[in-house]
T-cell receptor
Framework: DQQVKQNSPSLSVQEGRISILNCDYTNSMFDYFLWYKKYPAEGPTFLISISSIKDKNEDGRFTVFLNKSAKHLSLHIVPSQPGDSAVYFC????????????FGAGTILRVKS | NAGVTQTPKFRVLKTGQSMTLLCAQDMNHEYMYWYRQDPGMGLRLIHYSVGEGTTAKGEVPDGYNVSRLKKQNFLLGLESAAPSQTSVYFCAAHDSNQPQHFGDGTRLSIL
């Protein structure tokens, strides 16, 4: 049973436009949510996170929104750049920030120039 | 990904062979993790450690063993490799209230 789901395997966006990556979860015990970015042949790199007590967190071009009632979060990238092309993983944890992450399957983002 | 180093980067094994994957971190972090990533799936937790001398099972521990004899090293062992263990293995480390920091992975193929 997948506790964290990323239902869109891929997304293609024009440079300069907004990229929206979505993630759904089933376990209401999750208290932190994190987004990781992964380039080929490299490990995942931390991007941004949000606590379950917040509904928005922003860091530069990246904003994460959390809707607890819908058990849904999204990552917005504005404006999208070609260097943002990568696989984006949504991850969740409980019992402490960053502990024992549960990952979604990932979404491949392609930003076209 | 400076800070977490995985050895080797690639390896091909025959069914039934054994091997050990090494993860070394130079950040003095308490927590260390081993994940595997398979096509179309997210990373899944194999084993983890909350400090030197401690280990615990994750979501998919069967067929693997781990040891954390030194704080900076976390070893993942396959005693008798099976084709189902063909995967990319990632190690991660972090301290409390910090995100996990990952190594670049070990690509393992078992024939």
């Amino acid at each position: 049973d997948q506790q964290v789901k990323q239902n869109s395997p891929s997304l293609s966006v024009q440079e300069g436009r907004i990229s929206i990556l979505n993630c759904d979860y089933t376990n209401s015990m999750f208290d932190y949510f994190l987004w990781y970015k992964k380039y080929p042949a490299e490990g995942p790199t931390f991007l941004i996170s949000i606590s379950s007590i917040k509904d928005k967190n922003e860091d530069g071009r990246f904003t994460v929104f959390l809707n607890k009632s819908a058990k849904h979060l999204s990552l917005h990238i504005v404006p999208s750049q070609p260097g943002d092309s990568a696989v984006y993983f949504c991850a969740a944890s409980w019992g402490g920030y960053g502990n024992k992450l549960v990952f979604g399957a990932g979404t491949i983002l392609r930003v076209k120039s | 990904n400076a800070g977490v180093t995985q050895t080797p980067k690639f390896r091909v094994l025959k069914t039934g062979q054994s091997m050990t994957l090494l993860c070394a971190q130079d950040m003095n972090h308490e927590y260390m993790y081993w994940y595997r990533q398979d096509p179309g799936m997210g990373l899944r937790l194999i084993h983890y450690s909350v400090g030197e001398g401690t280990t615990a099972k994750g979501e998919v521990p069967d067929g693997y063993n781990v040891s954390r004899l030194k704080k900076q090293n976390f070893l993942l062992g396959l005693e008798s490799a099976a084709p189902s263990q063909t995967s990319v293995y990632f190690c991660a480390a972090h301290d409390s209230n910090q995100p996990q920091h990952f190594g670049d992975g070990t690509r393992l193929s078992i024939l």
